[in-house]
């Protein structure tokens, strides 16, 4: 007994959306922050290379449509999961990482999230902060972003560093 194709088709797309989410998520957060050019080439061809495995034979324009309206909808669907249940937002984008407290560097929270001390004192520099001993708190964000906090308690600075690309932005409290 054959399937329905347009069935097929759903099945299929939810099935790579299920394989993309968990393969962002093993590769970490640090990857996400800024695309690089090989970044950018690899999902151009991951996106064409998932393509027949969502429609399968069918490419008309109904079954680009239903690819295109499942992906939509399960994003949707994990969003509103993700905002209603701590538990499943931690699973899928993780948690902040500290990576510097009070001017003391934590090595281990730095290898595990393969970040080399160099990259971290850069992402200090970027901020006008000439030394990690200034800085009250560096945090991994889950965006892969590197928020930096320094100064005295009366004034604070805190600032963003976009991981690979030099940009920043400053929020003075």
């Known amino acids: 007994m054959a399937m329905n194709p347009y069935l097929d088709i759903v099945l299929r797309c939810a099935g790579v959306y299920l394989f993309m989410v968990i393969a962002i998520r093993i590769f970490g957060k640090k990857e996400l922050s800024q695309l690089s050019t090989t970044d950018l080439v690899f999902l151009v061809l991951i996106s064409n290379s998932v393509q027949n495995a969502m429609v399968g034979p069918n490419v008309s324009l109904t079954g680009g449509v239903l690819a295109a309206s499942v992906l939509f909808s399960l994003n949707y669907l994990l969003k509103v999961w993700m905002y209603r249940s ?13 990576l510097i407290s009070d001017g003391k560097v934590d090595i281990a ?51 963003r560093y976009k991981h690979r690309r030099k940009q920043k932005n400053l929020i003075n409290k």
């Open 86 to 98: 701590g538990t499943i937002k931690e699973l899928i984008e993780g948690k902040p990482v500290i």
């Open 109 to 159: 929270n730095l290898h595990n999230e393969s970040i080399g001390m160099d990259e971290l004192e850069e992402a200090i520099r970027e901020h006008g902060i000439e030394s990690y001993k200034k800085v009250r708190l560096a945090i991994l964000e889950v965006d892969g972003n590197i928020s930096v906090i320094s100064g005295e308690a009366n004034t604070l600075r805190q600032s």
